[in-house]
Nanobody, 117 residues
Framework: QVQLVESGGGLVQPGGSLRLSCAASGSIFSINAMGWYRQAPGKQRELVARVITSSGRTNYADSVKGRFTISRGNAKNTVYLQMNSLKPEDTAVYYC??????????WGQGTQVTVSS
C-alpha cells in the first residue's frame, strides 16, 4: 500500500505562483509513475503533469506547458508541482496520484487551489 499526502494549496492572485508537494509513504518502491491531476467544479478530473520515476520522463497537459513543472525530491518519496503564471482557470482541487508497477493506482486526498483577485 502507498499513502499520498498533498500540501501547498491555497488562494493566489492571477499571475502568481504556488508549489504543491506530495509525500509518499508505504511501499514507495512499487511506484512507477507519479503525477498531478485536477478537478474543477462540474468538470472531469484531468491529468496535469506526470513523471516516470525510473526514467525521469515527464509529460504535461497542453494547458499548463511552460507554466507548470513537475519534479521529484532528493529523497525520491516526494513529488512537487511548481505552478507559475496561474490563471483563474487553474482553479481546482489538485490530487497527487501514483501508479505502481502492477498498475494499481493510489490517490491523495486533494488540495484546493484557487486563483482569484
Amino acid at each position: 500500500q502507498v499513502q499520498l499526502v498533498e500540501s501547498g494549496g491555497g488562494l493566489v492572485q492571477p499571475g502568481g505562483s504556488l508549489r504543491l508537494s506530495c509525500a509518499a509513504s508505504g511501499s514507495i518502491f512499487s511506484i512507477n509513475a507519479m503525477g498531478w491531476y485536477r478537478q474543477a467544479p462540474g468538470k472531469q478530473r484531468e491529468l496535469v503533469a506526470r513523471v516516470i520515476t525510473s526514467s525521469g520522463r515527464t509529460n504535461y497537459a497542453d494547458s499548463v506547458k511552460g507554466r507548470f513543472t513537475i519534479s521529484r525530491g532528493n529523497a525520491k518519496n516526494t513529488v512537487y508541482l511548481q505552478m507559475n503564471s496561474l490563471k483563474p482557470e487553474d482553479t481546482a482541487v489538485y490530487y497527487c496520484q501514483g501508479t505502481a508497477w502492477d498498475l494499481s493506482d493510489y490517490w491523495g486526498q486533494g488540495t484546493q487551489v484557487t486563483v482569484s483577485s
